[in-house]
């Protein structure tokens, strides 16, 4: 059965945000996002430190810094900085996102969040549905990715 387009460009921009998400310096975890409207990526971030810290995310006993900011907000801030809108866009993030960048999705306008792994709690996927936004999960370990 052929697969239909949306599907395609699903798994296309999953792996380009895996791709992306090796530009982490994080070492326990690295995580990459993408923000598409109309086809088109406006957007991109990964996990690591704020402009101007050290590029280290975790410290000796390889805890992550508090200042670390997640893939999803660095793609969402740096849409902030452009004439870009993320209203009604997609966010393909290489893990599913928490609730701290829920509520950043949520207020930035997008409509829809694919994602490639759950993580450890589903407080911001659960707060992405009650906010009426479309999320889907693309098995990372299953898929052609």
Request: hydrophobic share 35%.
């Amino acid at each position: 059965m052929k697969e239909d387009k949306q599907a395609q460009f699903d798994k296309r921009y999953m792996q380009m945000a895996h791709i992306w998400a090796q530009n982490s310096y994080c070492t326990r975890r690295k995580v990459g996002a993408l923000i598409v409207r109309d086809n088109m990526i406006i957007s991109d971030g990964y996990n690591g430190t704020p402009s101007g810290f050290p590029n280290q995310c975790e410290d000796e006993n390889n805890k992550s810094f508090p200042y670390v900011l997640h893939a999803e907000a660095n793609a969402i801030t740096k849409i902030a900085r452009s004439n870009n809108s993320s209203q009604g866009a997609t966010l393909y993030v290489t893990s599913s996102p928490c609730i701290e960048c829920a509520k950043l999705i949520i207020q930035a306008g997008i409509k829809r969040v694919v994602y490639g792994e759950p993580y450890r709690l589903a407080d911001g996927v659960n707060l992405l549905i009650q906010a009426n936004i479309t999320v889907d999960y693309i098995d990372i370990h299953t898929s052609d990715l």
